[in-house]
């Protein structure tokens, strides 16, 4: 399976599994350098999300998570939005 479809596996899975992603965004920051961006209505509903990727809960997650070399989680509060 290609790299994107495995992206977009993970977040059709998510958003079958978990109510509350409202956006998935993936930008090319370099070469070989991207981000993926993912906004959730409440922290909750990332937490249930992360805890069943971390759990195995969420079969999608391995295969999209292999394609990364040095993955890394953030959440942040949006306190401006115009």
Do not use: H, Y
């Amino acid at each position: 399976m290609a790299s994107w479809a495995r992206r977009n596996a993970l977040v059709a899975a998510v958003r079958g599994a978990f109510p509350g992603l409202t956006e998935a965004r993936l930008a090319r920051v370099g070469e070989q350098l991207w981000t993926d961006s993912w906004r959730w209505e409440t922290p909750a509903s990332l937490d249930a999300a992360l805890q069943a990727a971390a759990t195995g809960a969420l079969p999608a997650a391995g295969p999209a998570f292999a394609l990364t070399g040095n993955a890394t989680a953030e959440s942040a509060e949006i306190v401006d939005e115009r």
